[in-house]
């Protein structure tokens, strides 16, 4: 079926470094885009999301993009600290329905 | 305010036995789902609830799974004659609708069958 993956599973990063996580799709019927934080022995946290009809969306220290051209979106963390120490995944939704299909996940490690 | 909470936080059972974790969502939220997370996956969905009645339950395994939510907030997840294969973080999140996309998520119960 349908799938939501990434390109790497593991990503390591200098505190202050900016971090960027991708996310290919591939069901181009996917109206909407979302991003969770996950800390070890804890569930998702929502980061941040982005409709279908949009291509950037800004938040606290995060920035998604998102390119339907070529199915793939991304996660952009400024000035990366050890607090982001997480696995990061992306989710999509499609057609209105309300189950979230999860890629594999990204691990972020931040070193000191 | 009060996140969602599950309950038991682990659970070790045998295999062949029944199993129920227990899911209390945020107050005040209608729309209630269930995932599965095995070990370096990504969640995968279960079932979802609007209020009492499950509205999509397509990602249920099998027969042996089954869920409730009787009074449109408290959830129930079943699982009989549990395997092996049953093992893995469950995970409940809740919305406040079914029209809202923000899913807020509990912090899982650890199944391990042995």
């Known amino acids: 079926g349908e799938s939501v993956g990434l390109h790497l599973p593991t990503l390591s990063v200098q505190e202050g470094d900016n971090s960027i996580i991708n996310c290919a799709y591939s069901n181009s019927a996917s109206d909407y885009f979302i991003w969770y934080k996950q800390e070890s022995g804890k569930g998702p946290q929502f980061i941040i999301d982005i409709r279908s009809n949009m291509d950037k969306r800004q938040g606290q220290r995060v920035t998604v993009l998102l390119n339907k051209t070529v199915k793939h979106l991304s996660l952009q963390i400024a000035a990366t600290q050890p607090g982001d120490s997480a696995v990061y995944f992306c989710a999509d939704l499609t057609g209105g329905g309300n189950k979230l299909t999860f890629g594999t996940g990204t691990q972020l490690k931040v070193e000191l | 305010g009060a996140g969602v909470s599950q309950t038991p936080s682990n659970k070790v059972t045998e295999k062949g036995k029944y199993v129920e974790l227990r899911c209390d969502p945020i107050?005040?939220?209608?729309?209630l789902y269930w995932y599965r997370q095995s070990l370096g996956q990504g969640p995968e969905f279960l079932i979802y609830?609007?209020?009492?009645?499950?509205?999509?339950d397509s990602g249920l395994p099998n027969d042996r799974f089954f869920a409730v939510r009787p009074e449109g907030s408290v959830s129930t997840l079943k699982i009989q004659r549990t395997e092996r294969g049953d093992s893995a973080v469950y995970l409940c999140?809740?919305?406040?609708?079914?029209?809202?996309?923000?899913?807020?998520f509990g912090p899982g119960t650890r199944l391990t069958v042995t």
């Open positions: 999140a809740s919305s406040l609708s079914g029209t809202s996309y923000e899913q807020y």
């Open positions: 609830f609007q209020g009492t009645g499950a509205a999509d």
């Open positions: 107050s005040g939220h209608t729309a």
